[in-house]
Each structure stands twice: as structure tokens, then as C-alpha cells.
């Protein structure tokens, strides 16, 4: 193989290289600007809903796209272990439970939540969530489907396509901090203030989408952190329901 054909090649990789780079940081950024389209501009819109929904049709089927199409790889499903699905329901039910004893013993009745109930309340409406019966729908799409939907998303994709660039520390942490960006416009359009709150509550998004990285790093299936994923966003509905209607 002579000089020319040498540096060809290895042009050809560093094209492909960057192109896989932008591809995974899109992907991270995407999330955070669609959460801001629907949450901040088109905030009290008729139009936020189908920005909701179109947003994230783009968002899902990217990874399907760029795995399949554009790198042509094959999909491959891996098995749960038992360990790996106890110890993601363990430390997700007791953080949940957490949860709910600091709201219901020390934060419920507080000035802190009194408002809450306002503003929770004005943008379960706007998302038509208005009724006990369709914030509980919402809930357990949001809970099952919808969290698997975010595992294949953030740990399968982001985090799976930055380990492949990169080490699985520092794959585990820029994709945790990833998944908290979005988060943080959404916990601000829920709560409003105060600004500790928004930067605790964010800050514990990323924490848990660092566990949950690492443990399907540790276990090479998405089942025991969509598992986890299922009873911490259940826990978080509980409590929102019981600031909006209890």
C-alpha cells in the first residue's frame, strides 16, 4: 500500500470519526432544545402539544436511523441478570421511598410547596392532563413505556455510542450530565423557582442517570435500569398528583 493510499484511509476513518462525534453530540443536545420549544417557547401554545409529540418522534427514531442505516450494524438483545435487576429496584425503591417521606414529613405543608399546586397545576392543563384520570394515564406511560423509551435513548445509545469513543467514566459522566440538561428546563417550568431546588433536583437527574449508565455497563441490559427507571419516575408522579389533586 503506498503513502497516498495510506493517508486516504486514515482520512476516510477521521471522517468517519468526526461524523460519529457529531452524530452522538446532536443526539445530547437535541433533547435540551426540544424541551425548550415546547416548555419555554411554545409555552401556553395549542401548538405545544404536537411540538411535544413531533419532537420526540425525531428524537426516538435517530438512534434506530444512524445504528441501523447509517453504520449498519446489527441489533442484539442481552438477558437481565438477576443481581443487576435487584440492585436497580433496591436502590430505586429506596430512593423513592425517600422521596416521599421527605415530601410528606418535612415538605408538604411547607411555604416552599404551598405554591406549587398554581403552577404544577397550570401546566398539567396545558398538556390536557386536567383530570385525575388522565394524569394517572400519563403517569403510566409515563412510568413504563416512556422510561424504556429515555433507557434505549440515553444509556443504549448515548452512553453505549461514548463508550465506543471514549472511556466508560467519562462515558458515564458527560452522558449523565446529557440526560440532566433537558431536565433542568423541564423541573424549572414545573416548579419555577426557588433556584437550590432546580439545581438539587437536576443534579440528582444526573446522579441517577450515572447509576443507571454504570449499571448497564455492569450488566449489558437495559432491563434493571429501565426497572429503576420505572419506580422513581412512579415515586415522582405519586408526589405530583398529590400537590395537584390531594
Known amino acids: 500500500m503506498s503513502d497516498q493510499e495510506g493517508t486516504s484511509r486514515e482520512t476516510g476513518l477521521e471522517t468517519r470519526h468526526g461524523t460519529h462525534l457529531a452524530a452522538i453530540v446532536t443526539a445530547m443536545v437535541f433533547p435540551t432544545v426540544a424541551a425548550g420549544l415546547y416548555f419555554i417557547i411554545l409555552a401556553g401554545h395549542p401548538a405545544m402539544k404536537v411540538g411535544y409529540g413531533a419532537a420526540k418522534v425525531v428524537q426516538l427514531a435517530f438512534p434506530l436511523i444512524w445504528v441501523l442505516w447509517v453504520q449498519q450494524r446489527r441489533l442484539s438483545w442481552s438477558k437481565p441478570t438477576r443481581q443487576g435487576v435487584g440492585t436497580g429496584l433496591a436502590v430505586a425503591v429506596a430512593a423513592a421511598i ?66 465506543r469513543v471514549t472511556t466508560v467514566r467519562t462515558a458515564i459522566v458527560v452522558s449523565s450530565l446529557a440526560f440532566m440538561s433537558h431536565h433542568v428546563i423541564i423541573v424549572h417550568a414545573f416548579i419555577g423557582e426557588p433556584l437550590w431546588l432546580i439545581v438539587l433536583l437536576s443534579l440528582s437527574v444526573a446522579v441517577a442517570g450515572g447509576f443507571w449508565a454504570w449499571l448497564y ?10 426497572l429503576g427507571h420505572v419506580v422513581i419516575d412512579a415515586g415522582i408522579m405519586l408526589i405530583g398528583y398529590d400537590v395537584v389533586f390531594g
Open 98 to 163: 425517600t422521596g416521599l417521606v421527605v415530601y410528606h414529613g418535612l415538605l408538604k405543608d411547607s411555604s416552599l410547596i404551598s405554591r406549587m399546586p398554581g403552577l404544577i397545576g397550570a401546566k398539567t392543563r396545558e398538556m390536557g392532563l386536567d383530570s385525575p384520570g388522565r394524569y394517572l394515564a400519563f403517569s403510566l406511560f409515563l412510568s413504563f413505556p416512556h422510561a424504556l423509551l429515555e433507557e434505549y435513548y440515553w444509556r443504549w445509545f448515548i452512553f453505549g455510542e461514548l463508550r
Open 217 to 226: 455497563q455492569r450488566c449489558g441490559s437495559l432491563v434493571a435500569p429501565w
